[in-house]
């Protein structure tokens, strides 16, 4: 008997769908006779009985067919849950990687702005030396580069960090979603296994009628919104992901660029340095040759007074003696031996006073140049004592501020402390201000 029902049920449940037992006679025939009803209480359940007698043996493969779609829907949906519960892992991940790229950039933007101040610093004190010829210097066109490097490293590193905050703003609301229709389907994987165990005996609660108002949706449009979660979940971890990398490799580059830039303008200060010093060390053993030069016609031109002087001197003696004795009477004045020696006498030292005056006048203009010379050679030596001043001055203010190695490395590697539990307090800390 088992098996003939068996296969009876078996039959049915390929061809016979579940359908409610038609009572609408029974009704009928309580409404139209109240009394019959009243009175004949045990026919109406014989009657009854015989109206379902043909339809009763298909419950029991229908309620084995709603629980088998139960179940069914158990396992889709508990399988829409994991690949949630996958993503959501996913984009966890992805937002503690964009936030630690966010926290390298920021930090790479702030030393760029305090390289920019230096860079303008030390183009400021380049300008201080008014010089047209140091205007086309390689050591203020190298700065200039640099320091136009640097504002348009720090100008691309402000674009890229609102592109990534507005990446890491999508991940956060995609993360919401993500966890709101994970915990949805938490929710309907416990209505359907309630559903399922659920026991004939166990008492009917009913929900409110004010809050049970159910809005349906259809199974496409539910399998729609799962898939396209899911998919827009993937497409904006790839997208980040590929824009972390693309980020990651343009700040390598920027750092390179830069730092190959520095290196050239600080060779041309170097340089410049050494150029400045070897000019200063020779106007310093100029201006000390010129000093001696200097002195020794000085000496000369104090030899050369004193041997005028005595010059003169002897010659007025002379002149007063041959004076005295052109004083004697008469045939006593003759041009004897002491006049003609007194008057060869007057006439050497005139020759000779007439002698020491040129080479004094030509001393004299030596002199005067050579101590023109001298004064030109102190105020270029002030002058290149200054720029050589000033150049070492930049120098190292270019050198006081050296990018930290690796910064990147070091930041990108650092270890993950975000978190599903504490991204909220991570979102509302304050960002470095760059």
């Known amino acids: 008997m088992w098996q003939r029902r068996s296969l009876r049920e078996d039959q049915l449940r390929s061809d016979v769908r579940f359908t409610l037992p038609v009572l609408s006679t029974n009704k009928s025939l309580l409404s139209c006779n109240p009394q019959l009803g009243s009175n004949k209480v045990l026919t109406l359940g014989a009657e009854s009985i015989c109206t379902l007698a043909e339809d009763i043996s298909r419950i029991p493969s229908a309620t084995r067919s709603t629980t088998r779609h139960l179940s069914s829907r158990h396992t889709e949906v508990s399988q829409w849950q994991a690949q949630i519960s996958g993503s959501i892992g996913q984009v966890d991940s992805e937002i503690s990687a964009l936030e630690q790229m966010k926290d390298t950039a920021e930090c790479c933007l702030q030393e760029k702005q305090l390289y920019s101040l230096l860079m303008s610093d030390c183009v400021a004190i380049l300008n201080s030396l008014s010089s047209a010829v140091h205007r086309q210097d390689r050591v203020l066109i190298e700065l200039k580069k640099e320091e136009q490097l640097t504002n348009e490293i720090r100008e691309l590193l402000q674009k890229q960090i609102c592109f990534l905050i507005h990446k890491l703003s999508s991940l956060k609301q995609i993360h919401t979603q993500l966890l709101a229709d994970f915990q949805d389907k938490s929710e309907a994987i416990k209505l359907t296994t309630k559903c399922i165990t659920y026991n004939l005996n166990t008492p009917c609660s009913r929900l409110p009628a004010g809050q049970y108002k159910p809005n349906y949706v259809s199974y496409d ?214």
């Open 221 to 434: 449009k539910w399998l729609s919104h799962c898939k396209d979660l899911w998919l827009m979940a993937d497409n904006l971890i790839k997208d980040s992901s590929s824009f972390r990398g693309n980020l990651r490799f343009n700040l390598v580059n920027l750092k390179n660029a830069q730092e190959c830039q520095r290196r050239s303008t600080n060779d041309a200060l170097r340089k410049k340095v050494n150029v400045l010093s070897k000019i200063q060390d020779t106007l310093i053993w100029e201006r000390q040759r010129t000093r001696d030069e200097f002195s020794d016609l000085t000496k000369d031109i104090e030899k050369v007074v004193g041997q005028l002087r005595n010059c003169d001197s002897k010659l007025h003696q002379v002149t007063h003696r041959l004076d005295i004795l052109n004083q004697r009477p008469r045939h006593e004045l003759c041009l004897d031996q002491p006049y003609f020696s007194l008057t060869l006498e007057k006439h050497d030292l005139t020759k000779m006073a007439a002698g020491f005056r040129p080479i004094l006048k030509r001393s004299q203009q030596d002199l005067e140049l050579t101590r023109r010379r001298l004064m030109i050679l102190e105020d270029n030596l002030a002058k290149n004592a200054y720029a050589l001043e000033v150049e070492r001055k930049c120098q190292n203010l270019h050198q006081s501020f050296l990018p930290v190695l690796d910064t990147i490395v070091v930041l990108a590697n650092r270890p993950r402390l975000c978190s599903a539990n504490n991204r909220a307090l991570l979102t509302v800390k304050p960002g470095i201000v760059h």
